[in-house]
Every structure is written in C-alpha cells, then in structure tokens.
C-alpha cells in the first residue's frame, strides 16, 4: 500500500495550493479518503473527507476554503486550498479508509507553508 502525497510547498497568505495524494496497493474505490494536518506542538486533526460515494465532509476551519475530490479513475485525492492563511501551516497528510482493514492507511505527509 503507498500513498503519496504532492503539491505542498511555500505560498503567501491569500494563495492557493492543490495537493494530491495518489494511491497504491488496496481498491481505491471503495475506500474513504481524508486529508488531516499537523501543526507544530498540535495534534493531528482531520481537515476533510470523502467517502467512495463522494460525500465529502469538511473541518471548520476549511469550510468554503477548501475542496476535497476523487478522481477514481486516477487513483488519487486531492485537495484544493484557497485564501490560505498562515494558521494552515502545516504538514499535510492524506488518509485511507479502506473496507475490512483495521487499520487505517497513512502517506508521509506533504509541508505546507504559509507566510510573507
């Protein structure tokens, strides 16, 4: 299993990033996928989520900012950040919820930082 996730990196308060998270190795499919973060000193939180139906759930702190979508055909999650702000540093990481896995599937996670 693999998930790697792309698309981080350094934007000024105000832009935009899309990060990516392609996946390997379990039936995509039919698995939810999430975006969390983890912030320096923070705990890891969920920013948001899709399931295999396309139902998405979002954080507060994302809402009407971010967008999270599958392309099943592509393996691969992505999630558009828009008017990010500096408090949205962090490292991003991409999450697979896979039907009859006890565990969940994790990437190594993508640093996004946001500053002037």
């Known amino acids: 299993v693999q998930l790697v996730e792309s698309g981080g990196g350094l934007v000024q308060p105000g832009g935009s990033l899309r990060l990516s998270c392609a996946a390997s190795?379990?039936?995509?499919?039919?698995?939810?996928m999430g975006w969390y973060r983890q912030a320096p000193g923070k705990e890891r939180e969920l920013v948001a989520g899709?399931?295999?139906?396309?139902?998405?759930y979002y954080a507060d702190s994302g809402k009407g900012r971010f967008t999270i979508s599958r392309d099943n055909a592509k393996n691969t999650v992505y999630l558009q950040m828009n008017s990010l702000k500096p408090e949205d540093t962090a490292v991003y990481y991409c999450?697979?919820?896979?039907?009859?896995?006890?565990?969940?599937?994790w990437g190594q996670g993508t640093q996004v930082t946001v500053s002037s």
């Open positions: 899709i399931t295999s139906g396309g139902s998405t």
């Open positions: 190795g379990f039936t995509f499919s039919s698995s939810a």
């Open positions: 999450q697979a919820v896979v039907p009859s896995v006890s565990d969940d599937y």
